[in-house]
Every structure is written in structure tokens, then in C-alpha cells.
């Protein structure tokens, strides 16, 4: 069991890594335009979700929030020069709640309670991108976001236990990523219509 779990948990972790580069070359060529804020505050949350799960004891899933921190790092460096947002309403108010969830953090000792409040705080970041993609589908590199729900699938299944905490963190972010992909599917159907 622990070499299935040991080969999940690694593909999950490669899909992961192979996830990224589409998006960084969609990025140079000025075809997909990161939300600042949110890849920003993935990456200070991922950092923190890498640590939770390890706190709580992950050992094969812990592949794919080692990836995931290492991509999202990557895109929001990035998206510095390449990105979009970052000063807009929607984006203070979710780096404020993103800043005020991290002061809560701060206080909690309990890597359950961290992860719920990371998951809550994520999810300030992941709005912005999904009403981005909705609002401007050709803004995201769709496949990025397909091979992330695939990554995110495998981290869960790499559990391999009923663990709530453990199966938090990648089942959230197979949501939140699935929630991107709608949305890019959603806009191109109206897209469509319109025309």
C-alpha cells in the first residue's frame, strides 16, 4: 500500500511541476496575465499549508504542496512584470482578509486550525482568479489549471486515509482550481452565444 500511496503521491507532485510551464510560457508571450494578488497570496499560503501538513504528520501527499508552493512561487514572481490587479477594490479587500486570516494563524498553535484558516484565506485569492477568468477566458492558460485538478486529485488519493486534516488542503485546492476551469468554460459558452 505505501508503494501505490509513494507512486500517487509522486505523480501527483510531477503533474503538479508540469502544470506551471504552459502558463510561464503563456505569460512570456503576453497571452495569459496572472492576478497578482492571488498569486500572491497562494504563495504565502501554500508556504504555510506545506508546513501544516507537515506538522500533522503527511508524508506522500505532502508531494503535491511541496509543488505547488514551488509553482505558485514561480507565477507570482512573475506576475510582477507579467501580471494584472493588484490594486483594484476586490484585491485590497481580499489581501486585507488574506492579512488578517495570517494574524489568526499566528495565534493558533494547532496545524488543524492553521489549515482551516489557510483554506479560508485561499480562498480570498482563488475569487479573484475565477472572476477573472470568467470576465477575460483568454487571460488564462486553461491546460495550467486542468493538469492542477489532476495534481490536486492525486495529492488527495496519496493520502491515504480518512485523515481530515490531511485531506483538507488538497481537496480544497481540486475545488478551487476546478472553479477556474468552470469559469473559463463558462465565459467561453457565453462567448459563443454572443457571437
Not at 33 to 52: D, M, N, Q, Y
Not at 71 to 86: N, P
Not at 124 to 141: F, H, M
Request: proline share 3%.
Amino acid at each position: 500500500m505505501n508503494i501505490l500511496l509513494g507512486a500517487v503521491g509522486i505523480a501527483s507532485g510531477v503533474i503538479g511541476l508540469v502544470a506551471y510551464p504552459p502558463y510561464v510560457r503563456d505569460m512570456f508571450r503576453r497571452t495569459t496575465k496572472p492576478e497578482r494578488a492571488s498569486w500572491f497570496i497562494w504563495t504565502v499560503l501554500s508556504a504555510i499549508a506545506l508546513g501544516s501538513q507537515l506538522a500533522a504528520g503527511a508524508k506522500w501527499s505532502i508531494i503535491m504542496t511541496l509543488a505547488n508552493t514551488l509553482g505558485v512561487t514561480v507565477i507570482f514572481l512573475l506576475s510582477l512584470r507579467f501580471g494584472y490587479g493588484g490594486l483594484h477594490r476586490r484585491d485590497i479587500i481580499s489581501l486585507i482578509f488574506a492579512a488578517l486570516g495570517l494574524v489568526l494563524w499566528l495565534f493558533t498553535h494547532h496545524p488543524l486550525v492553521a489549515l482551516l484558516i489557510v483554506v479560508a484565506v485561499d480562498a480570498a485569492g482563488a475569487w479573484l482568479t475565477v472572476y477573472k477568468a470568467y470576465k477575460d477566458p483568454g487571460s488564462e492558460t486553461l491546460a495550467t489549471w486542468w493538469l492542477d485538478c489532476l495534481s490536486n486529485l492525486l495529492g488527495l488519493l496519496a493520502v491515504g486515509s480518512l485523515s481530515f486534516s490531511l485531506m483538507l488542503y488538497p481537496a480544497y485546492l481540486l475545488v478551487a482550481n476546478a472553479a477556474v476551469v468552470a469559469a473559463i468554460y463558462l465565459a467561453r459558452m457565453k462567448q459563443l452565444r454572443a457571437s
